[in-house]
């Protein structure tokens, strides 16, 4: 890892989340004196394969990875509170993931102490595999589950009236350990290495108060954010994401994607509400069907993107227009049609999507597909745009396996911590 | 996908190829006239973010992928030829996936017709999501499983001797269908879609000929191949393939890479053995190892790299210098003395592995750890090296899941197709 310590936050991990990283729990190691040895200093050489040195701040209004430009990869998990994890343990816990996530996202080790060469005498705080990395944009971004607000943690009379688990919808075949959880957290990155990291560091510094429940890869991002980002391609080999909410379009990012302040309850006033949808999609049949059914299909033509109804691929799409024969060129029931905003009184939300491929199954498909990442101002703007789906021509080849979603407190104040707001 | 179409093969796909294409297997969709539109001439625009536009030729003395500069992304894949596949069927499907790979490594689409924007009438040739992405340093590299040689294709008599399934070592704990495959290819390309792209692609040309046995996504080399590229880290965040043959190490690849004239059997001179092991890292375990017990069972300090016999990271290891006490500076039992090519008479392996996160196991443990690919002159040089391995220290972090060997054909000869020297 590269990068000088600009913002650098102070204080250190939390005594319980030194125990998890020194192993305490698991056999009583003893810590050696002096584990304050210089970070990075004899590894601090960039990877000439990696260049992207870009630094997002982790501190700020609105948490990163929401409107940061979509980065190359992802690794997500969601986490479940351990039993017997008290209010306290979920602060600190807060205070240490914010804190790691403060150095991780500026290219530096998980903490100040205790690093790859510090004491030999206790484990390195920090893995290494991301050591001589650049920052690569890391982005690490965390929400709350609607368990948080059971009756463990005194929250219940904070929990946001519209934080729900997603009703069951068309198509759904959920695996209950690939879905849910009490937090989670989405790390972006240009480099798979520097995500995965991150997610590692931060389960570890979370033994014994949170644990993984499902996790999930993802390359090729599925959306674009910003207008000079190209619209990428899914796993259908169709652009996706054309429409998507533009991170500079403000008035959209108002109306649609941030928890405002006359919203209920304040805490949550400039974060947001994050669905995560695992989507398998069956490749094997898609790739049978005819040119002109898969743009059916779709609405779109496959090779530039542009709705069937005519022009070029940020034309706006036409639902009148006729085509072949009495039918609309658009078909009715055409993945971009029952999408569009024009049929959700205008609402919109902002994807944040990757491609996935868990390798193949037991009868030798793809496990690929849609790993749908979408943040709302409200979940009711997800559920009506899925709903209107259900007589989606594309959910024929679409199968949920997992869901789950989060309220995701604004950005974190220099100095202070993550979903701090929740607390006070 | 960009890129001009110099060495443009001829031919295209066999009769059978297209039939797996067309879905004629599933269903009998009609194939309509005049499907050799042009090719990606509407979709040609490069994806800014993906700055690769490498191109590695497909046609060679070798096969691309083994001295290749090592990509940063691979999906690997083993097939089983299907119940009734005959030799001609085999000869076919060497012959397309041979064509497919030369235009696909050329930034191109999968064949000459049928295209994204061919008929509208036939299902795309080409799946689609690479269209726009360039070559990506994509190689493309096929190997024979031991299961080639049976009864089935009137090959025995050209099996190497020395192809066979690798003995069970010291902490196997295969999976059956994560092992073994008649067939492999191994897509390496710095772009993890365009290396999903070819392995997808090259499945599908396969259908009813061949099918997918078991298959990995890799990342973050873990090994180097030339001079200036920089050592990656493993996940036990140690950096990995310090000692690799290097590409441009004429002497060390005949020696040790390449199957000579000299060897038997002749139509696989210029070719290379193949081992693929899945390698489970106890990631959780290895963490709350102290930083000097990490090092002791590497050999190695984390930092920088070096031996503990002292200097950096290309000196050689000393292991005769004391360390402290009456022990050597580098463990007897460390992974670098027993791997070291001076206990093995100098025989050496050319290493080409990478990371995997294969999400997360029901415990919650990451499930995690390098995808080990070898090339190597014989088998027993592998076999070797592994067998002294038994009482590396780092074995016990370790479980090998999968396991698998092929004989990796030389390169094909311009308008020749991939391992055609069997046949003839």
Same mark, same amino acid.
């Given at each position: 890892m590269t990068g000088t310590e600009h913002a650098q936050p102070r204080g250190g991990l939390s005594r319980r989340g030194m125990l998890g990283l020194l192993g305490a729990g698991a056999g009583g190691l003893v810590v050696g004196g002096g584990a304050g040895a210089a970070i990075g200093a004899s590894v601090g050489s960039a990877n000439a394969s990696s260049s992207s040195g870009t630094v997002h701040p982790f501190y700020g209004e609105h948490q990163a990875g929401i409107t940061t430009p979509v980065q190359e990869h992802l690794h997500f998990a969601a986490y479940d509170l351990a039993e017997g994890t008290t209010r306290d343990d979920l602060v600190s816990l807060l205070k240490d993931w914010s804190y790691a996530a403060s150095r991780m996202t500026q290219g530096l080790q998980v903490s100040a102490s205790g690093a790859v060469d510090g004491s030999p005498q206790a484990p390195p705080d920090d893995t290494?595999?991301?050591?001589?990395?650049?920052? &690569?944009?890391?982005?690490?971004? =965390? @929400? +709350?589950?609607? $368990?948080?607000?059971?009756?463990?943690?005194?929250? /219940?009379?904070?929990?946001?009236?519209?934080?729900?688990?997603?009703?069951?919808?068309?198509?759904?075949?959920?695996?209950?350990?690939?879905?849910?959880?009490?937090?989670?957290?989405?790390?972006?990155?240009?480099d798979p290495q520097v995500a995965v990291h991150a997610i590692r560091n931060l389960s570890r510094i979370a033994f014994g108060r949170a644990q993984i429940r499902w996790s999930q890869l993802g390359f090729g991002r599925t959306?674009?954010?910003?207008?000079?980002? &190209?619209?990428?391609?899914?796993? =259908? @080999? +169709?652009?996706? $994401?054309?429409?998507?909410?533009?991170?500079?379009? /403000?008035?959209?990012?108002?109306?649609?994607?941030?928890?405002?302040?006359?919203?209920?309850p304040g805490w949550l006033s400039g974060g947001s509400y994050l669905v995560a949808r695992k989507i398998r999609m069956t490749i094997e049949v898609w790739d049978r069907l005819r040119l002109a059914e898969q743009e059916r299909t779709i609405g779109r033509n496959k090779g530039e993107g542009a709705p069937l109804s005519g022009g070029g691929e940020f034309t706006e799409p036409d639902f009148h227009k006729a085509g072949a024969g009495a039918d609309p060129a658009i078909d009715s029931h055409s993945h971009v049609r029952l999408a569009h905003p024009d049929f959700h009184r205008g609402v919109r939300i902002?994807?944040?999507?990757?491609?996935?491929?868990?390798?193949?199954?037991?009868?030798?498909?793809?496990?690929?597909?849609?790993?749908?990442?979408?943040?709302?101002?409200?979940?009711?703007?997800?559920?009506?745009?899925?709903?209107?789906?259900?007589?989606?021509?594309?959910?024929e080849y679409l199968v949920h396996v997992g869901s789950a979603i989060f309220a995701v407190p604004p950005g974190p104040k220099q100095g202070s911590y993550v979903g701090s707001g929740l607390f006070t």
């Open positions: 290494g595999e991301a050591l001589g990395l650049p920052a &690569s944009a890391l982005t690490i971004t =965390f @929400g +709350f589950g609607p $368990g948080l607000f059971d009756e463990r943690f005194g929250l /219940a009379a904070r929990k946001p009236a519209e934080l729900a688990q997603l009703p069951r919808f068309v198509g759904d075949q959920l695996d209950p350990m690939g879905s849910y959880g009490d937090l989670c957290i989405q790390a972006c990155a240009d959306s674009k954010t910003t207008v000079d980002q &190209s619209t990428p391609r899914n796993l =259908f @080999g +169709f652009k996706d $994401g054309t429409a998507n909410i533009l991170a500079d379009d /403000a008035d959209a990012l108002k109306k649609d994607v941030w928890v405002a302040d006359s919203d209920a902002l994807r944040r999507g990757y491609n996935f491929v868990d390798g193949n199954d037991d009868l030798g498909q793809l496990s690929a597909g849609l790993f749908f990442l979408s943040y709302q101002r409200r979940p009711d703007q997800f559920i009506g745009i899925q709903r209107a789906l259900a007589t989606d021509l594309m959910s």
